[in-house]
């Protein structure tokens, strides 16, 4: 064993080494690497989710759903917090060591031919694992954007599209009109398109996207069910859901006011899949009842993990620490990649947390690291409690100095990097 576990290691470090030639948007890649190995992705019956925020609650929650059905359920999902094996899933089992390392040893010569990234590499073997899994449906969450994302070669029976908000805008560009148009670009002809956004005018445009690829039917969430009277509290998120003229409660034991909408988004979407897909009303909180989501406001003691990494994902997590109304004083330990709004994460920040702690994740790609001076000199400017600690160990030394609450946020290296130091499990709740 321990020389499968060393070859794991070295194959997931030449995986990783795929990723110093950037992001390269286009589905060729993939296409060809899956046609190499007999069209994995073809096999799938899959559920493809794309959004800024909020993919991964809905993923999770259509999982569940689904599992509590009864049918076996796989998962992929990016990135990971601690263990790369987190991204794919079945019936909540990750991928084996070994199942990686036979297909990285097979497969990696040919992608590396083909100039494969890292994200494509691991999409197919995603797909290639989950087809021999034999799992009844696949929730397949999106990299980046949608259209020119390696996932967006699925046939899928359901396309949902969750919120959109500014990020990542140097690939998907700087309005949100036109990140939407991009995260539509995974709605398909004669499959049903799930429309979770929010904003009237976004969601008209995704609207409009979906019925010019032939979706059909196109369920718009705000005009199909009602979210009214949600109540959040240390055990989760409750609400009442309206439709077809029905209204019940539902909880979910996600923590925010936002995963009302994302509950709900999910519920229509293992709805669109047709009839007797989805559980009946009054058993859905209890399937729900043990969903876990890793890094999403993920409560251990007086600490909260949370992946927040744009500030719509901090606006949120500002409302949900303040609805708790979480013991004081409140810290934030946040380390940002260089190339997000972390002003804007700051600024989002700043109105439920009383100090602030910078440092830098090193997990983080070393082209990506920002300097965390000038985010505490600019949190300085602000008015805010503020100091910068590049090295994690001693920030999170100095973070826990004290009572009251400690945010770990920014990035998905950060948090993961302090739940591995704090021996916070990606797998359990």
Partial sequence: MDDVLTSYAEAIQTLFARTTGGIKPGLERTEALLAKIGSPHRKLTAIHVAGTNGKGSVVATCEALLRAKGFKVGKYTSPHLIDFRERITVDGQPISERAVLRFLEQWMPVAESLGATFFEVTTVLAFDWLARQQADFCVIETGLGGRLDSTNVLQPRVATVTSIGLDHTDLLGDTLESIAGE????????????????????????????????????????????????????????????????????????????????????????????????????????ALAKLFLPGRFQRRGRVVFDVAHNPAGARTVAKTIADLNLARPRTALIGVLSDKDWQGIVRELAPAIDRFLFTTAPSAPAERKWNPDDAREFAKTQGLDAESKPDLDAALVAAQKGRGTLLVTGSFHTVGDVMSRLHVSPFAA
């Fill in 183 to 286: 995260k539509a670009g995974i709605f398909k002809a004669l499959a049903p398109a799930v429309i979770g956004e929010g904003s009237p005018e976004i969601r008209d445009l995704l609207e409009r996207r979906a019925g010019e690829a032939g979706a059909l039917p196109v369920v718009v969430l705000d005009r199909e069910y009602a979210i009214q009277n949600v109540k959040v509290s240390t055990r989760g998120t409750s609400f009442s859901l309206t439709h077809d003229g029905e209204r019940h409660r539902v909880t979910t034991p996600l923590l925010g006011a936002y995963q009302a909408r994302n509950t709900a988004t999910a519920i229509a979407t293992v709805e669109a899949l047709g009839d007797d897909y989805l559980l009946a009303a009054s058993q859905i909180s209890r």
